[in-house]
């Protein structure tokens, strides 16, 4: 966090940060990324937006879980593994920068928003996820001229080898559990991506909870109630 953000403490509370202050946190995650999206030389895109601000979150900023990998709310708290306090509200993330799923995701989609990127959430099971709505039809778009696929004027060779790439790419985030967007080519800007900030920011396809909910026995018929979208929490202090 900047230096130039003074932390507001609530009286009383050691970890508490005031609205006031969450705001200007927030904003000058929000700033940072902007000033990495600016000097990007690659064209603007939704994913390397998330790139961005996995960067100054995760990379910059030291964001993380709160839980032990693989072990649930409920759990640490009766055995008192951690202060799940700790990161169950705004506030007290923004100033321990760790936090439970949730509140992760908060802090990831409050700074999206400040750069014009709306994320929504989705519950899966004893997950909490972004959703990036897809544009559009959401179809691929093969583009080419640079490392990422970027650009115009595509013969129907180079677009038959994105295609490809583009299967293998979607392919290995599904089995994977997700990828860091900025491994993912141009092409894939347009789709319905879930993000998943407890895990660094990986993007996960939908092909990835599809696969996810029928590990767990969830059935086909019911992948689409799990990965709507749903209201935010309410999570300030």
Known sequence: ISEAIEPQLVDGDDEALSSEACDAILDDLAGRARQRI????????????LAHINRVLFDEGGFGGVLPKGRL????AKDNEVDVASGSSLSRVLHSRRGLPELLCTVYA?????LGLR????????????RLEP???????????GDDGGGDNVDSEEQSKLRQRAKRELAMAAAFGGVPPQDL??????RLWFVDPYNGGKV?????????LGRIGVEE????????AVSPPVVYA
């Open 38 to 49: 600016e000097r990007d030389a690659d064209a603007p895109s939704r994913l390397r937006t």
């Open 73 to 76: 709310v409920a759990d640490v």
């Open 110 to 114: 409050a700074v999206a928003s400040r």
């Open 119 to 130: 994320l929504g959430f989705a519950t899966l099971p004893n997950s909490v996820l972004l």
């Open 135 to 145: 544009e559009g039809d959401g179809d691929e778009v093969a583009t080419a001229g």
């Open 185 to 190: 080519l141009r092409t894939h800007d347009h």
């Open 204 to 212: 996960i396809p939908a092909e990835g909870c599809h696969a996810f």
């Open 221 to 228: 018929a019911d992948y689409e109630h799990y990965m709507a």
